[in-house]
């Protein structure tokens, strides 16, 4: 079988484990004893928007090209299913990233620990995060079955500042900040919630020349699951 397509199940049990809830036990060892850190910034360098950025697409993951403080371009997936941005554990250690504490990260696969740093900057072209929270874990393992070299993962943490456009065909993103973004040309807007971090949206019937089941359900977008859409709890599936 082509490991590529075998990916999908490989890095949602993966990455289950960055998208990371503390243990209880171990917050509660934690004692605030210096001033909270500066806040994280979204911003764009110049204007309000960001067009044109060019991406790759394998098996149905996003990846784009961004720079980690003032390093050189590296690939990473964009996942609005992962709740903070997450570095590879080895491209931290050669940038010499300092540690302010680790955590205990649970998941369906299982546990891990990862290490915290603060004050991390993603760059992408015309935008810039900055002051984040990030953690590191290996994941450089996604990297043969994807086929490049993967060095982290933009999370919703970052995602969650923009309206992002993704035109699938000519494989570009567009970003733009929320508080002027108007959307034109031909679609439907379709009401979203928000649960647990994640857009979710229901009720959707038809695609231009496609024909679906009607979901009284939510669906969730998740580009981490490697599919386009997660169906749950559907209730009715007349035609």
């Given at each position: 079988?082509?490991?590529?397509?075998?990916?999908?199940?490989?890095?949602?049990?993966?990455?289950?484990?960055?998208?990371?809830?503390?243990?209880?036990q171990?917050?509660?060892?934690?004692?605030?004893?210096?001033?909270?850190?500066?806040?994280?910034?979204?911003?764009?360098v110049?204007?309000?928007?960001?067009?044109?950025?060019?991406?790759?697409?394998?098996?149905?993951l996003?990846?784009?090209?961004?720079r980690?403080?003032?390093?050189?371009?590296?690939?990473f997936?964009?996942?609005?299913?992962?709740?903070?941005?997450?570095?590879?554990?080895?491209?931290?250690?050669q940038?010499?990233?300092?540690?302010?504490?680790?955590?205990?990260?649970t998941?369906?696969a299982?546990?891990?620990?990862?290490?915290?740093?603060?004050?991390?900057?993603?760059?992408?072209p015309?935008?810039?995060?900055?002051?984040?929270?990030?953690?590191?874990?290996?994941?450089?393992?996604i990297?043969?079955?994807?086929?490049?070299?993967?060095?982290?993962?933009?999370?919703n943490d970052?995602?969650?500042?923009?309206?992002v456009?993704v035109?699938?065909?000519?494989?570009?993103?567009?970003l733009?900040?929320?508080?002027?973004?108007?959307?034109?040309?031909?679609?439907?807007?379709?009401?979203?919630?928000?649960?647990?971090?994640?857009?979710s949206?229901?009720?959707?019937?038809?695609?231009?020349?496609?024909?679906?089941?009607?979901?009284?359900?939510?669906?969730?977008?998740?580009?981490?699951?490697?599919l386009?859409?997660?169906?749950?709890?559907?209730?009715?599936?007349?035609?």
């Amino acid at each position: 079988m082509n490991p590529r397509r075998q990916l999908g199940s490989t890095v949602f049990a993966a990455i289950l484990l960055m998208c990371m809830q503390v243990d209880a036990q171990h917050a509660k060892r934690k004692v605030a004893r210096h001033p909270p850190p500066p806040a994280a910034t979204v911003r764009f360098v110049s204007g309000n928007s960001s067009l044109n950025i060019p991406f790759k697409s394998s098996s149905n993951l996003i990846l784009v090209q961004a720079r980690v403080n003032d390093s050189e371009p590296l690939w990473f997936i964009f996942d609005t299913g992962a709740e903070s941005t997450v570095v590879d554990s080895k491209l931290a250690k050669q940038m010499r990233l300092k540690a302010v504490g680790k955590e205990v990260g649970t998941g369906t696969a299982g546990t891990a620990t990862a290490l915290i740093f603060r004050g991390v900057s993603i760059k992408l072209p015309n935008l810039e995060a900055l002051n984040l929270r990030v953690a590191a874990l290996p994941i450089d393992f996604i990297s043969s079955p994807v086929g490049r070299k993967i060095s982290g993962v933009i999370g919703n943490d970052i995602i969650k500042e923009l309206v992002v456009e993704v035109d699938y065909e000519s494989q570009f993103i567009n970003l733009y900040e929320p508080q002027s973004y108007q959307h034109s040309g031909s679609g439907e807007v379709i009401p979203i919630t928000i649960e647990e971090n994640l857009p979710s949206f229901g009720h959707v019937s038809t695609l231009k020349n496609t024909h679906l089941l009607k979901v009284n359900s939510s669906l969730t977008q998740d580009r981490l699951a490697g599919l386009p859409l997660i169906l749950r709890s559907s209730t009715n599936t007349n035609s």
